[in-house]
Nanobody, 122 residues
Framework: QVQLVESGGGLVQAGGSLRLSCTTSGRTFSTFVWGWFRQAPGKERECVAAITDASTYRAGSVKGRFTISRDNAKNTVYLQMNSLKPEDTAVYYC?????????????????WGQGTQVTVSS
């Protein structure tokens, strides 16, 4: 059983930074596609970033501000969030897919973390 444990959320002022971490145990970390999703109240869950060993994706709304990275030796994927805006406020989820190709489709992700709240005040 794959378990994902997220950390790093919190309350920050606009313009500030946070780094989210997602650590896993169980199956081989490096074979997964990893994604960070977020869901704000009343909105659909959206993929903000995803990563494989060969490629990365970032949503247009976060390009230039958010960076996704992975450390295979630590079985950990990160989301560095800079220049945060109030509209970034959401619950952020880490997810893993056994797909070979990078995907931003939430339905293709097999494992999910519990979510961590990020709140950006104006």
């Amino acid at each position: 059983q794959v378990q994902l444990v997220e950390s790093g959320g919190g309350l920050v002022q606009a313009g500030g930074s946070l780094r989210l971490s997602c650590t896993t145990s169980g199956r081989t970390f490096s074979t997964f596609v990893w994604g960070w999703f977020r869901q704000a109240p009343g909105k659909e869950r959206e993929c903000v970033a995803a990563i494989t060993d060969a490629s990365t994706y970032r949503a247009g709304s976060v390009k230039g501000r958010f960076t996704i990275s992975r450390d295979n030796a630590k079985n950990t994927v990160y989301l560095q969030m800079n220049s945060l805006k109030p509209e970034d406020t959401a619950v952020y989820y880490c997810a893993a897919a056994t797909s070979v190709l990078l995907t931003t489709n939430a339905a293709r992700y097999d494992y999910w973390g519990q979510g961590t709240q990020v709140t950006v005040s104006s």
